[in-house]
């Protein structure tokens, strides 16, 4: 898959550009599309706005603290220093 940077002084044109993109090249399974949003209120005006010309079910969000934390929990369950005998 190719990266892509959209830059532009919109930010709905470029999420529209990006909503997009997405769109054509992920497959219509539960949530193909990964969206990383800076807060929760982006986050929800994101998903409501995929929601209105996508499926709804084909976006996945979440806010870069979220994922962050999950990525911690993850590497935490994967690496213990003191593992049970």
């Known amino acids: 898959m190719d990266s892509t940077l959209l830059t532009g002084p919109k930010h709905a044109d470029l999420e529209r550009k990006a ?6 090249i ?5 949530g193909s599309v990964l ?4 807060n929760d209120a982006r986050r929800s005006e994101a998903k409501g706005r995929w929601a209105e010309a996508h499926k709804p079910l084909c976006l996945h969000a979440e806010t870069m603290m979220r994922s962050f934390e999950s990525g911690m929990k993850s590497s935490i369950h994967q690496f213990n220093p003191f593992p049970a005998n």
């Open 26 to 30: 992920a497959d219509d399974s539960l």
């Open 19 to 24: 909503f997009e993109k997405a769109a054509n």
């Open 35 to 38: 969206l990383i949003a800076r």
